[in-house]
């Protein structure tokens, strides 16, 4: 699901890339490609940085995980209130690109609005089990005041962050995953690790 950055310098940047994706398959979240891009620059700049002052990137583990620091910071600039909060009308139009990926021919998922200014995905034989009797449709959401989520549509279902741009490139990239839950290929994502 994941595609390799392109950049001048491939063994730093690769594994850096490494790095963040290895970081990011800790937390109880998504992260699209373009974040991991973005947080595998920063960390491979990290690197640069402790290389002149004589400190190779392996040395790094003994203090501090720069790898997660580096996902964390940048993932925290799209899941966060951001400034100034987005518009409805703005929201509405994420949406409204959501399910346009979502639909596509490329995705091929069942897509439409739903309550809650979530956008609501039917479930296909192989989606994880959900709601009350297992049968629930997947919720996604974007808010005026925080970044995209998803769920199952049910009372009290887990909330999983997805880490993404709130544009209509990051709506593709959301669908990527959404397509990815809705086919099982996560297992049961919803699940505590």
Do not use: C
């Amino acid at each position: 699901m994941s595609t390799q950055p392109d950049t001048t310098a491939p063994d730093v940047s690769t594994a850096a890339y490494a790095a963040v994706e290895k970081a990011s398959a800790s937390l109880r979240s998504f992260h699209v490609p373009s974040i991991l891009e973005e947080a595998a620059a920063l960390l491979a700049d990290l690197w640069a940085a402790g290389e002149k002052h004589g400190v190779p990137p392996k040395e790094w583990g003994w203090a501090v995980n720069l790898a997660s620091g580096a996902l964390e910071v940048i993932s925290s600039r799209y899941t966060q209130t951001p400034d100034p909060e987005r518009t409805n009308e703005q929201v509405f139009a994420l949406q409204r690109d959501l399910i346009e990926a979502l639909t596509s021919t490329e995705i091929g998922l069942t897509a439409r609005l739903g309550s809650r200014a979530m956008v609501i995905v039917d479930r296909l034989p192989e989606t994880p089990r959900g709601g009350f009797h297992g049968d629930a449709n997947l919720a996604v959401g974007l808010y005026t005041n925080g970044g995209w989520d998803i769920s199952m549509d049910a009372d009290g279902a887990s909330v999983l962050s997805i880490v993404a741009p709130a544009t209509k490139a990051g709506a593709s990239q959301v669908a990527e995953i959404v397509r990815a839950v809705a086919r099982g290929e996560h297992g049961n994502p919803f699940r505590s690790r």
